[in-house]
């Protein structure tokens, strides 16, 4: 290996760990917003005690209509708790291959 080869490694290592590390600067360390993480928790405690309610709700007194409704609102129910969670998650493979990957392009 030579010591220009070696060094472009050193960068592209420098490179990535420079946006591995998390920072925070001190001024967001006094601040607590209401975050989305309990924002999102909140809503999907809420929907679970909903989905709960209907469960346990005695359908066979209901009408075609009353029961159409319960169906939509499931439906829409479902598709907020499938949205509140917009994550990207990279296994330890992933990351090996895009880091053989950069090494080959350079």
């Given amino acids: 290996m030579t010591v220009n080869k070696l060094f472009k490694v ?3 290592f420098l490179f990535l760990i420079a946006f591995v590390i998390p920072v925070k600067s001190f001024a967001a360390i006094n601040i607590k917003p209401l975050s989305d993480s309990t924002a999102n928790a909140r809503m999907l405690s809420d ?11 005695d359908k066979a007194n209901l009408t075609i209509n009353e029961k159409r409704q319960l169906k939509k609102e499931l439906k829409e129910m479902k598709q907020k708790a499938e949205g509140l969670d917009k994550r990207i998650y990279l296994s330890v493979g992933a990351i090996i ?3 053989l990957l950069v090494l080959l392009i350079l």
Avoid: D
């Fill in 97 to 99: 291959l895009i880091i």
């Fill in 10 to 12: 050193f960068f592209v």
């Fill in 47 to 57: 929907i679970v005690n909903r989905v709960t309610e209907i469960q346990r709700m």
